[in-house]
Nanobody, 119 residues
Framework: QVQLVESGGGLVQPGGSLRLSCAASGSIFNIYVMGWYRQASGKQRELVTTITSGGRTNYADSVKGRFTISRDNAKNTVYLQMNNLKPEDTAVYYC?????????????WGQGTQVTVSS
């Protein structure tokens, strides 16, 4: 049925930028809140940013002013623009979306994409 496919991760130097994409596909009625989470090695997964269906955004303090979340509803896609990356941003980044289908509304997760910030 529904799947979220992430792309855009990679290796960048400190101060560099990356843009992550997450596209949802399948039998989708509506997509509500979408967001990005990350999990560094040995640490718990944490919320990075969310965006509601109305366009309201929230950011973790650690990424405010550096990361920007956006969405393209026509493409069922959410993006994460990451600027001025720091080594502490290194993690696997996961997208999440609350999606309504024929069976109801449920959270869906992407497979994760690795972001490594290193010299």
């Amino acid at each position: 049925q529904v799947q979220l496919v992430e792309s855009g991760g990679g290796l960048v130097q400190p101060g560099g930028s990356l843009r992550l994409s997450c596209a949802a596909s399948g039998s989708i009625f509506n997509i509500y809140v979408m967001g990005w989470y990350r999990q560094a090695s040995g640490k718990q997964r944490e919320l990075v940013t969310t965006i509601t269906s109305g366009g309201r955004t929230n950011y973790a303090d650690s990424v405010k002013g550096r990361f920007t979340i956006s969405r393209d509803n026509a493409k069922n896609t959410v993006y994460l623009q990451m600027n001025n990356l720091k080594p502490e941003d290194t993690a696997v980044y996961y997208c999440k979306a609350d999606i309504r289908t024929v069976v109801g509304t449920n959270p869906h997760w992407g497979q994760g994409t690795q972001v490594t910030v290193s010299s």
